[in-house]
Every structure is written in structure tokens, then in C-alpha cells.
């Protein structure tokens, strides 16, 4: 069974910084792309940032200077390390694995306040 568990959300003020952790079981995950997403109340879901299994990183051009993407094959987790926090970064963040098939954590809230 295919499990990503997100962790590390909460609440935080504007400038903060927060790092989110999706630990992966059930699927080899050094195979597999992996990406962050966010969704704010009334919104679509957008992506925040990916990782390919060759390293290679995207980021919206909002979190750009700001958000850092990284994994570690070895523990199966992919991080997001999130700096300078605004409140527009308020969202439940979701972690999604990606090859043939796509998984979705159960996401991790978000909260900046201003």
C-alpha cells in the first residue's frame, strides 16, 4: 500500500520559516518525480515546486528565491524548506509521488499570519 505522510505545517509569522517532510512507503521512490502543491480555501490546487528522480527542480514563479525543494533517496522523503514566509503562502500543502501512477498525501496546513 502507498503511503506519503506529510508533516511539518502549522502556524507561522509573516518572514517565518517552516520546512515540510513527505516521508514515502510503497513504491521505490528513488523512480519516482515528486512534487509539492498547495490549496488555499476557494482556490485550484497549483504546484509549488518538483523534483524529477535526475534532480531536476521547477518552482512557481511565486515561491522562486523563497522555497527550496530537495530528497533524499535514502529515506524516501522530499522536502520543502519554505523561508520568508507571506500570508499568501497560507494553504494546505500536499505532497504528490508521480511515474505511471500518481499519489497524494493527505496534506499538511499552512497558516502565516501577517
Known amino acids: 500500500q502507498v503511503q506519503l505522510v506529510e508533516s511539518g505545517g502549522g502556524l507561522v509569522q509573516a518572514g517565518g520559516s517552516l520546512r515540510l517532510s513527505c516521508a514515502a512507503s510503497g513504491i521505490i521512490f528513488s523512480m519516482y518525480s515528486m512534487g509539492w502543491y498547495r490549496q488555499a480555501p476557494g482556490k485550484q490546487r497549483e504546484l509549488v515546486s518538483s523534483?524529477?528522480?535526475?534532480?531536476?527542480?521547477d518552482y512557481a514563479d511565486s515561491v522562486k528565491g523563497r522555497f527550496t525543494i530537495s530528497r533524499d533517496n535514502a529515506k524516501s522523503t522530499v522536502y520543502l524548506q519554505m523561508n520568508m514566509l507571506k500570508p499568501e503562502d497560507t494553504a494546505v500543502y500536499y505532497c504528490k509521488a508521480a511515474r505511471v501512477r500518481t499519489y497524494w498525501g493527505q496534506g499538511t496546513q499552512v497558516t502565516v499570519s501577517s
Open positions: 523534483i524529477t528522480r535526475d534532480h531536476n527542480i
